[in-house]
């Protein structure tokens, strides 16, 4: 079982063959330019589980000649070029094999019907922003899924609105309080939509509404920038509220 039935020999035959292909792919994929793994296009992508269809037979099947493979490997090289040339020279044809960069954040504020479209989750897109070192929506000024899939993100030069929605820490390590449509929040700090990033300032005593957006109906305290500090009033301290020493001794004085 270990062995199987061919004799001693093939195995020497294996590592010939192995060589002999390994060394033809190899001359061909420097000859076409093949970019990194992780930075394949559509057509290079196919051009990989094409090789790897035609090269693994070749090397340990005894019936199947190395000319037959060289000749499948070959084709499949010139297809790519084919392809690679059509998509160069054909705007139309290179949307509908590479496909097109996706706008996926614009000015703080999550294009929502695009990430639907493409059927990626919140979860990916705030991982991918995190990455790029992204704690809330407002720093971003535009953020684009790259036909690669990796994920272009263009800061802001000053943060697009002082409160904005938070990613950081990730949600499924500190969730952050949720507030619904219809709840009546307490405070006076505004609101993010979890859905678009929407930011709303509420209305003292009024329910939540869905957002005017998205429809959204989940909402987050917006987070402000790290540093800022919430308006205090005249004559107060932030930590105890009580009057300022010097403004209370000229009210003595008047």
């Known amino acids: 079982m270990f062995f199987g039935d061919e004799p001693p020999l093939f195995l020497a035959e294996i590592a010939i063959r192995t060589i002999i292909i390994y060394v033809y792919t190899l001359l061909l994929i420097r000859w076409i330019g093949s ?12 051009l990989v589980i094409a090789l790897g269809s035609a090269v693994g037979d070749a090397m340990f099947y005894p019936d199947v000649p190395l000319v037959h493979c060289m000749v499948v490997i070959t084709m499949v090289v010139l297809l790519d070029k084919f392809l690679s040339l059509l998509v160069s020279r054909s705007a139309i044809l290179e949307d509908a094999i590479e496909g097109k960069s996706i706008e996926v954040v614009r000015d703080g504020l999550i294009c929502w019907k695009e ?3 493409m059927n990626i989750g919140h979860d990916e897109l705030f991982e991918q922003l995190r990455l790029n070192k992204i704690e809330r929506l407002g720093e971003v000024r535009g953020a684009y899924f790259e036909t690669n899939g990796l ?6 030069e000053a943060e697009i609105k ?3 929605l938070s990613i950081m820490p990730p949600w499924d390590v500190s969730k952050p309080r949720q507030f619904e449509a219809g709840s009546t929040p307490d405070g006076d ?6 859905r678009c990033a929407t930011v709303v300032d509420p209305v ?3 329910a939540l509404s869905a957002c005017p957006r998205c429809g959204g109906e989940t909402w987050h305290r917006a987070a402000p ?3 800022a500090t919430q308006e205090q009033e005249p004559g107060k301290t932030a930590r105890s509220g ?4 010097g403004v209370a001794r000229r009210s003595q004085t008047e």
Do not use: D
Request: a positive charge; proline letters at 10%.
């Open 35 to 46: 970019r990194s793994i992780g930075q394949l296009s559509m057509v290079e992508f196919l």
């Open 115 to 117: 990430l639907e479209r």
């Open 151 to 156: 994920l272009s993100v263009f800061r802001a």
């Open 162 to 164: 002082p409160e904005s």
């Open 189 to 194: 700090r505004q609101f993010a939509c979890i």
């Open 204 to 206: 003292e005593g009024k």
């Open 225 to 227: 920038p790290p540093g």
């Open 242 to 245: 009580k009057p300022k020493k």
